[in-house]
């Protein structure tokens, strides 16, 4: 994959016969299925904040299902969400600064959710991850102390 999100239609075409309709679509769990299976055990939703869900009802782990279609799970993120400080993503509320604020909180929670899933999936965070919850952790506290300064202070 890319570092460019790519629409929900092209995630889902990372998935053996997937059958799409609409924002959803069903398809072969490439963990589990074979190609000669006709079920298809996999599902893909489109959020209303633009990222992807994917359940293999059958149970499998969500990290080897990303593994085997050749996703990552920031793959399944649209820019807007992925991270704060990439040079393509405009801040959507200019001159909002309260606004902007939850834009950027928004972007890492999102990464501590990722690193979640990870571990979770029963997977070892690598220097990245660590790298992503450190940096979110520090922008987590640099916020909730900006906004309780401005709430005392004015």
Do not use: Y
Not at 28 to 37: F, G, I, T
Not at 66 to 72: D, F, Q, T, V
């Amino acid at each position: 994959m890319n570092d460019q999100f790519e629409c929900f239609e092209a995630i889902a075409r990372h998935f053996p016969n997937a059958r799409i309709t609409g924002k959803t679509a069903r398809a072969r769990c490439p963990v589990h299925q074979s190609e000669n299976s006709r079920s298809r055990s996999l599902a893909l939703r489109e959020m209303p904040d633009g990222s992807v869900q994917i359940t293999c009802f059958a149970g499998c782990k969500h990290a080897d299902i990303l593994a085997a279609a050749g996703l990552r799970h920031i793959d399944l993120l649209p820019d807007h969400m992925r991270h704060s400080r990439s040079p393509h993503v405009k801040p959507k509320f200019e001159g909002w600064p309260c606004l902007q604020m939850l834009d950027v909180l928004m972007v890492e929670v999102n990464v501590i959710r990722i690193c979640a899933n990870r571990l979770i999936d029963g997977h070892e965070l690598d220097a990245d991850d660590h790298k992503s919850l450190r940096r979110a952790h520090h922008v987590l506290t640099d916020a909730v102390q900006r906004v309780s300064r401005e709430i005392r202070h004015g």
